[in-house]
């Protein structure tokens, strides 16, 4: 190769110093230069090498002789930490290690439940998905990891570079605080962000796909500045990423699934709905375990739709933007089908205010009102905040602007794939109150009591739970608490065990509000137990009697039996509601553990812990 002036950037002394070395040059050696010269233009601070002037080189090691070094802190060795409640930080998690690992990385991948944090000062590159959970708290698998990290115990980071990817839900106060505060917390340890973190709301598949490939750039570049080959950087930079192994129906491509029953397993004169929904999953490729879930894309209710854009004055069929790829439907339709309009954010409010006169409104999203706007915001919906301010003056396109995407409501799957194939169950509570002068609906459980029928199809799809599994011994004795609708996962289990023919003892603990009009699925279990696949079930029907009795009074109850089982290895479920129930249950546990076992409170914790780090206390609660 030779160089010309005429149509180089070089001068003719430059030109001939160039066509003496370039020909001289190994490939290695090219390749060196090449890296070496991508980093000069990145802004990074290179020794020049063998006995000409230096340039000063912060970060960069050179030897005796002037010669450099590759950066020390550059490395492909990847740790990837998932804190997940429902599975989507660990699905993402192994996402992003593909990718990583399709890009010549070698990726470490372990929820931080399972991630030793004594090895934490060893890793050079961390990334985090975490979801929140609650009001602000970790998820149950990222508890101990959160607590080491902001304890005293947590080392100095100075040699690690990390990123976060947080998971929340902008309908709470405390939105995405769980990776919030892992990202301070390492910033505060002296660890270097290769990436801003990114902040996921539930339709969050495409802020996280952005947040891998800047992740992956971020690495490549300052590997390349490195003097490593270039190839990986270029890659990054031209947009071109693994192609996704994604199966063909999944969240952002439900698959639309029939509907083959829906039965309300409530007796005559109860005062409650819980529907026994069966879908046909024919054709979907659908695979899945008990204890993982469905999400069903609900629509809303056409008469709050309606009420909702009469007040706002606008047209129905007016046109709106539904999607980033700039697809069309009337606002009717889209209020209907694509946008949540059943809770409100601070965002929401804040955003909404610049639309109406009503100075009340513009006052409450003011700087010194958080807790008036907190207090206001809880339980109402878009009808309260258009009815409660105004007048207001907002375009269809505007208000659209305004909303998040409808989210998929999750159901535990109460069958097992093995039973049944082709179809799958899912018990669904109808949620109906009165709230701030109005009957209040849930939004996917009236939808699925008031407006599915046998026939009709819904869009769904298939969300796994890695923390809410069978042992994989059959042979391992498990112990399911599970009031109300929370007992679905726990007729997949029984199915599930009568199918492979497992012989481990199981006991059910089963609550709702009275016997005769609430007791779900009771010629299953009877069916059960006498045949023998369920050993032993204790029920509690907090209306029958004067004094309320729930789950837990059994437990007790019961505490001397149930303490041998844990004794003898037994895994303990809990599925429900986690305010109360499942607190409740957690604290019977302890008890039980103190009083049987002869622990103080501290070992009965540790007991607890170690339960949980063995994979024998799992909860599926929310």
């Known amino acids: 190769m030779q160089l010309h002036v005429t149509n180089s950037p070089f001068n003719e002394e430059q030109v001939e110093l160039l066509n003496k070395v370039i020909p001289t040059l190994t490939n290695s050696q090219r390749i060196w230069l090449s890296g070496y010269l991508t980093a000069i233009a990145a802004g990074a601070e290179l020794a020049m090498p063998a006995g000409g002037t230096s340039v ?92 080491f990290l ?79 080959s270039s190839l990986a950087v270029a890659q990054a930079a031209a947009g071109q990423s693994p192609v996704s192994t994604e199966t063909v129906y999944s969240r952002t491509n ?17 005062d409650l709905e819980t529907r026994h929904l069966v879908l046909s999953i024919e054709g979907s490729n659908f695979t899945f375990e008990p204890g993982d879930c469905i999400g069903i ?23 709106v933007t539904v999607n980033k790829q700039g697809e069309k439907s009337s606002l009717r339709d889209a209020l209907l089908r694509s946008f949540d309009i059943t809770t409100l954010s601070r965002k929401t409010v804040e955003q909404a205010a610049s639309f109406t006169s009503d100075q009340r409104l513009r006052e409450l999203v003011q700087p010194g009102h958080e807790t008036e706007l907190k207090e206001y915001i809880k339980g109402r919906d878009l009808l309260d905040l258009v009815t409660d301010f105004g007048p207001w003056n907002v375009s269809a396109e505007d208000f659209i602007a305004l909303l998040r995407k409808l989210p998929a409501r999750l159901y535990s ?14 018990v669904i509570r109808a949620v109906r109150y009165h709230l701030h002068g109005r009957e209040r609906k849930g939004v996917c459980s009236v939808y699925v009591a008031e407006r599915l029928q046998p026939g009709d199809k819904v869009r769904i799809y298939v969300q796994q739970n ?30 599930e065990r009568e199918e492979t023919g497992a012989t481990g003892k199981t006991w059910l603990f089963y609550g709702d509000r009275r016997f005769r009009t609430d007791f779900l699925y009771q010629t299953d279990w009877q069916r059960w137990l006498k045949s023998g696949v369920l050993t032993r079930m204790d029920v509690a029907f907090s209306r029958d009697t004067d004094k309320k009795v729930y789950v837990q009074h059994r437990m007790m109850e019961k505490s001397r039996e149930l303490y041998e089982w844990l004794e003898q290895g037994a895994y303990v479920y809990v599925c429900g509601d986690k305010q109360n129930m499942a607190r409740d249950v957690h604290e019977t546990l302890l008890k039980i553990i103190e009083q049987e076992g002869g622990k103080s409170r501290a070992e009965a914790e540790a007991y607890m812990e170690n339960l949980s780090a063995a994979n024998r206390y799992q909860r599926d609660v929310y």
Request: proline share 7%; glycine share 8%; hydrophobic share 35%.
């Open 297 to 319: 894309y609900p629509e809303n209710d056409p008469q709050l739709v309606d009420e909702l854009i009469a007040r706002l004055n606008l047209n129905p069929d007016q046109l």
């Open 413 to 426: 799957i109460a069958s097992s794939q093995k039973a049944n194939p082709d179809e799958v169950t899912l």
């Open 150 to 228: 902001h304890s005293k115990r947590a080392p100095r980071l100075e040699g690690m570079q990390y990123s976060v990817l947080a998971l929340g839900d902008t309908s709470y106060e405390f939105f995405c605080q769980t990776g919030k505060d892992f990202d301070k917390r390492l910033e505060e340890l002296g660890a270097t962000r290769i990436c801003p973190r990114v902040d996921c709301d539930l339709d969050f598949e495409e802020p996280a796909e952005q947040w891998m490939n800047g992740v992956i750039q971020a690495l490549n570049e300052r590997l390349n500045a490195a003097g490593a």
């Open 466 to 495: 890695s923390h809410f599994k069978l042992p994989q011994d059959p042979d391992a004795p498990i112990i399911m608490i599970g009031p109300g609708t929370g007992v679905a996962p726990f007729r997949a289990f029984i199915e």
């Open 254 to 270: 439900p698959f639309t699934a029939e509907v083959i029953e829906n039965i309300n397993l409530n007796g005559r004169g109860s």
């Open 56 to 147: 000063a080189a912060p970060g960069v090691a050179t030897n005796g002789s002037n010669a450099v070094t590759a950066v020390s802190s550059v490395s492909r060795e990847v740790t990837v930490l998932f804190g997940s409640q429902t599975g989507n930080s660990e699905k993402l998690a192994k996402l992003l290690a593909r990718k990583l690992e399709d890009q010549k990385y070698q990726v470490t991948t372990s929820s931080m439940r399972d991630f030793k944090p004594n090895g934490l000062k060893k890793v050079q590159n961390l990334l985090i998905i975490v979801s929140t959970h609650g009001e602000g708290e970790p998820p149950d698998n990222a508890k101990s990891f959160y607590e």
